[in-house]
């Protein structure tokens, strides 16, 4: 039976620092980026962070095209002072 360990670095962590990193970029570009840090991923749990971020304020997510999204960081008011 293999073991799960705790990992450091939650998903929304790192959806946040990418985003910050390389600005607004498109939902599957945003998977791939998430895939090549945390190995075996799914889209639906990205996609579950997503909307979580969305709903608390941190993210904007927005149609691009049928199929395509935006995913854009809100500006925090640390950024802001």
């Known amino acids: 039976m293999a073991v799960k ?3 450091p670095h939650p998903l929304y962590t790192i959806i946040v620092e ?5 600005g607004a970029t498109t939902d599957m570009e945003l998977f791939d ?6 190995g075996d991923i799914g ?13 608390k304020g941190v993210i904007h997510v ?3 095209a049928r ?3 935006r995913v ?3 500006k925090t008011k640390k950024e802001g002072t």
């Open 5 to 7: 360990t705790w990992n």
């Open 72 to 74: 854009e960081l809100l």
């Open 18 to 22: 990418l985003l910050q990193r390389k």
């Open 67 to 69: 199929g395509k999204r």
């Open 43 to 55: 889209f639906n749990a990205v996609n579950s962070e997503l909307m979580r971020l969305e709903i």
């Open 62 to 64: 927005s149609a691009l």
């Open 33 to 38: 980026m998430v895939k090549e840090i945390k």
